[in-house]
């Protein structure tokens, strides 16, 4: 009974402490301090900063968002009346609706599980659903379409089944998409560019082969130091326009969304 009694002391402790993370990642999201440190999004800093698993930190941030119009939330997760893993459930299912419909719909979720919630969250499934399983030796995809998406996916196959069947044709469109992102060689030496003679007057022009030199370069990632992003990555001006920076290869840098807003 005395080892019972220390874990429920021990468990009003955990709470406690939740919430009290919860106020620090609302403070660190407010000030986009993370952004100094390398990362990209406070999802990024509680993955690789804070080592949460990603599920654990989608949990956080989803609380620390809504915790922003709903400060109560996070006195009843202190109480064990919503858990985290409720709230994440319901956040991006009511993030667009009005705060007091938001309100209306967490008070309807207290004291019930996770499960629970996902069960009135349902929704149609949606046109297209790709499940993934990753194995030590291949990733399996589970891929969903519609009749119509479907039939259209058979013409292709159909139409390039002299050359392709359905496994080689994905393969095929996959690294076709690649290239567009990794040629940066010119056609001939004639209309070979260099890229700190832009041809354009317009500095905002980046060619599409000097954009591509400029994203190998970077190996597909954000460039801010300590950032590993490799998603909305976006060409910055190093030297901005508005001074007078031009698209020349050594003022260009990769930038991911936020990294490159923070710039400002």
């Known amino acids: 009974m005395e080892l019972h009694k220390e874990l429920l002391a021990l468990r009003l402790k955990e709470k406690r402490i939740t919430s009290e993370i919860l106020t620090k990642l609302q403070e660190m999201e407010d000030s986009r301090d993370y952004l100094r440190m390398g990362y990209s999004s406070l999802f990024?800093?509680?993955?690789?900063?804070?080592?949460?698993?990603?599920?654990?930190?989608?949990?956080?941030?989803?609380?620390?968002?809504?915790?922003r119009e709903l400060p109560e939330i996070k006195n009843k997760i202190d109480q064990g009346v919503l858990t985290l893993s409720t709230v994440a459930t319901a956040f991006k299912h009511i993030r667009k609706k009005l705060v007091e419909e938001k309100r209306q719909i967490l008070k309807s979720l207290e004291e019930k599980s996770a499960r629970e919630a996902k069960k009135m969250f349902l929704e149609p499934m949606p046109a297209i659903k790709i499940k993934k399983t990753e194995h030590a030796d291949k990733v399996l995809l589970r891929l969903e379409l519609t009749h119509e998406q479907n039939q259209k996916l058979e013409k292709l196959k159909a139409l390039k089944s002299h050359k392709y069947n359905i496994e080689s044709l994905l393969i095929h469109l996959i690294e076709k998409e690649l290239k567009s992102f990794e040629s940066v060689q010119m056609k001939s030496s004639k209309s070979k560019e260099d890229f700190n003679e832009p041809r354009s007057k317009n500095p905002r022009q980046i060619s599409k082969r000097l954009r591509n030199d400029v994203l190998k370069t970077a190996n597909y990632k954000c460039q801010f130091p300590g950032c590993e992003s490799d998603h909305f990555l976006q060409l910055d001006h190093i030297s901005p326009v508005r001074r007078g920076g031009d698209q020349r290869r050594n003022n260009l840098q990769v930038l991911c969304a936020n990294h490159n807003l923070h710039k400002g």
């Open 44 to 67: 990024d800093y509680l993955v690789r900063g804070l080592n949460y698993s990603e599920s654990s930190a989608y949990q956080r941030q989803s609380c620390v968002r809504l915790s």
